[in-house]
């Protein structure tokens, strides 16, 4: 649903360059707020949703007995259109902080939405999950919690038809998911409600929607990988995720999204991408990871090929994604040989090194990776040179980023230590001047000197 | 950036882990004045790592928000009737006759006609209700599973079920997905047009009394006229219902 609107939206007479403005506004607006920990606010998603898209839609407050009206038209009415009347005009009430109060103290209310929600009619079903996805936009707390004892209900209800693609189903399966990442992004929520999250059933019930196979639904596994990338960062009880499968079930999501990539089905496939490598890189550092079973635990070398194919997909439509897969990359060669192997025998360094380019924050982490791989040893430096890294390893010691030319440092050292010729090579390309222009650098000069050494005694 | 074809094809290839090359290590690796160590790394929510990942997300909600507070397209069909018997809701919208036939035709209960939110609970319901050994068997062993996929905690009542269900997974306390055979007295037969507004099978729950109890009737026991609810009215709730047969289900396709 979320995808297939997308595009729909276009202020008439609004230029393209008009949109390209707005949007970078909105991009620089919300990167103020997250770096004053208010991306949260739920008032920033609808601050700049113009008014043109709702035809002068305006936020009443409405009171109890209001409330109540529209709750019983709904439910009650006679005719499906008026019942659904009511929930519109419910829903714009909803819009303002002191409806949601209202509606949440009254009564009976939450459990009528609850109600509506599997309503076996769409249109109701459809305006009901409106209200809640007005209702997850609150700023106070108590109105989102207020949805959670639902959820559960909800999606034992609404998963038993996730295979049939139900408009209505997936509709409300979205905007429960949508409601549950509000709530998980709350400043309480590592303390209060991702635990009682985690002792429910919640879990089971997110991996199994993110499960890749005909049953998947973009949309929804969007929603709920938020939800799971909320709760994994929050550190609670990671833990337990992975004794639920977590990992291969993302593993096996990751290939999907790579499948996907390669048939270019690319319509937003990045906005499940990203949730997905934060999990698994997050998760991938419990120790939990070595005390599951062998089928628990992520080692199937096509996670390799599908995160290449997925950054090689970031370069041409998101290179902001770029750090976050080489994040996965080095959590997964950081302690195994295997998948360090791999990089070789799927002849994955060159790639790996076109990417050196693109961003200092890139090009760490790429010799981050490269470093993963040499410091295992002469029989990994073996097919590390030779080859095109050291002329790369050459061109990021011209840098001006110190991190940068730090970390190339470190990786001359393995290289030089496990694969002594590769310093002659050095050498003779020029390397020592290469060396020295960084030899008054503070960070940088001990490592310097120690290399200009090695080569010279090589 | 150039794939090679290797990867492609590894892709598509089974699952396996690629045997390691041999690891040996020199102290001298990493040794001061280097530093290098591997190790892998984690990012708590705030950090500044997620900003570009979070700032995409938010504008993608930004532009889907507000089209869901957009009044909903729905492109209108010549008018047409359900075909499955007994049912002639009537529909003017694809989009609402197969939320309809899902919603009320596709899990039902060949027994009692009682329509299911999923295949999961029509088993479940067929076998509490029209299996003869259940009962049998429930007064020796927990027989009554709990509803929700993925807990595997059987109770001896329905009742104690029904608690679990509110104290361990959450849900409204007044909820019932069974309903009690013990029957329930409406004061009127009301026409059930308005009160269908429940998920079926999910019976009960958010509206007190009403259709749900009028039409879970049992057949064998109340056949007073003025009560039964034909089927046409009830949206196919179902009128009346069997006991103990012991025949097999036939699943609506």
């Known amino acids: 649903m979320w995808l297939r609107r997308q595009g729909c939206l276009r202020p008439a007479g609004c230029g393209v360059e008009e949109l390209r403005r707005r949007r970078r506004e909105r991009e620089a607006a919300l990167r103020k707020a997250r770096r004053e920990q208010q991306l949260i606010s739920k008032r920033l998603l609808r601050d700049d949703a113009p008014e043109e898209g709702e035809g002068g839609c305006v936020a009443v407050i409405l009171g109890q007995a209001e409330i109540q009206q529209f709750l019983q038209l709904a439910q009650r009415g006679t005719e499906e259109k008026e019942r659904g009347r009511a929930l519109v005009s419910l829903r714009r009430g909803l819009q303002h902080p002191e409806t949601q109060q209202t509606f949440i103290w009254l009564e009976g209310s939450m459990r009528t939405l609850v109600g509506l929600l599997t309503s076996n009619q769409a249109l109701l079903q459809l305006e009901a999950a409106r209200c809640l996805h007005e209702l997850s936009h609150s700023e106070q707390s108590a109105v989102a919690e207020a949805c959670l004892p639902a959820t559960s209900y909800l999606l034992t209800y609404l998963s038993g038809h996730s295979s049939d693609f139900i408009s209505p189903h997936v509709t409300v399966l979205e905007a429960l998911g949508y409601a549950l990442s509000q709530l998980l992004q709350a400043k309480e929520a590592p303390e209060k409600i991702i635990p009682s999250v985690l002792g429910s059933t919640l879990p089971q019930h997110m991996l199994q929607l993110l499960q890749p196979g005909p049953k998947l639904n973009f949309g929804v596994a969007v929603e709920f990988a938020w939800c799971l990338h909320y709760i994994t960062c929050s550190q609670v009880n990671n833990a337990l995720l992975i004794t639920h499968g977590a990992l291969s079930t993302l593993g096996l999501l990751l290939l999907d999204l790579a499948g996907a990539v390669q048939r270019t089905e690319d319509a937003g496939l990045e906005l499940l991408a990203c949730p997905v490598l934060r999990c698994l890189s997050n998760l991938l550092t419990e120790a939990a990871v070595g005390a599951v079973g062998e089928q628990m635990q992520l080692r199937d070398e096509r996670v390799v090929a599908a995160l290449f194919i997925l950054l090689q997909f970031f370069l041409q439509k998101q290179p902001s994604l770029l750090p976050e897969g080489l994040w996965l990359l080095n959590n997964l060669t950081a302690n195994s040989p295997s998948f360090c192997t791999s990089l070789l025998s799927l002849d994955l360094i060159e790639p790996l090194l076109q990417l050196l380019p693109v961003s200092n924050v890139v090009s760490l982490l790429v010799l981050t990776v490269l470093c993963n791989v040499a410091e295992k040893g002469p029989a990994y430096c073996q097919h590390l040179w030779p080859g095109p890294l050291l002329c790369s390893l050459l061109g990021t010691l011209a840098f001006s980023d110190t991190e940068v030319v730090g970390q190339s440092l470190e990786l001359l050292q393995l290289l030089f230590l496990y694969r002594p010729e590769a310093a002659q090579a050095f050498l003779q390309q020029s390397g020592l001047q290469a060396l020295e222009r960084h030899e008054k650098e503070a960070q940088l000069q001990d490592r310097v000197h120690a290399l200009q050494q090695t080569a010279l005694h090589s | ?253």
């Open chain 2, 1 to 253: 950036m150039q794939l090679p074809p290797a990867v492609h094809a590894r892709l598509a290839g089974g699952p396996g882990a690629a045997e390691p090359l041999p690891v040996e290590r020199s102290p001298k690796a990493g040794a001061v004045p280097f530093r290098f160590t591997a190790r892998q790394v984690r990012f708590p929510r705030e950090h500044e790592f997620f900003e570009d990942g979070d700032v995409q997300r938010h504008l993608y909600l930004q532009d889907v928000l507000t089209q869901v507070a957009g009044a909903p397209e729905r492109p209108r069909v010549p008018e047409f009737t359900c075909q499955v018997a007994g049912c002639c809701q009537v529909f003017d919208a694809l989009e609402d006759y197969e939320h309809h036939y899902h919603t009320l035709h596709r899990n039902v209960c060949s027994f009692c006609k009682r329509a299911f939110p999923s295949g999961h609970l029509l088993d479940i319901h067929i076998l509490e209700w029209h299996d003869s050994l259940f009962q049998i068997l429930s007064e020796r062993q927990n027989m009554y599973q709990c509803l929700v996929e993925g807990c595997t905690e059987k109770f001896k009542t329905s009742k104690d079920r029904k608690d679990h269900l509110v104290r361990r997974h959450l849900y409204p306390a007044d909820f019932r997905f069974d309903k009690p055979k013990k029957n329930m007295s409406p004061a009127t037969p009301r026409a059930t047009v308005q009160v269908s507004a429940e998920a079926l099978g999910a019976e009960g729950e958010q509206v007190e009394g009403d259709a749900m109890e009028v039409c879970s009737e049992p057949a064998g026991e109340r056949h007073t006229a003025g009560r039964r609810i034909p089927p046409t009215i009830c949206f196919g709730q179902g009128a009346s219902r069997g006991f103990k047969s012991t025949k097999k289900r036939n699943k609506h396709q």
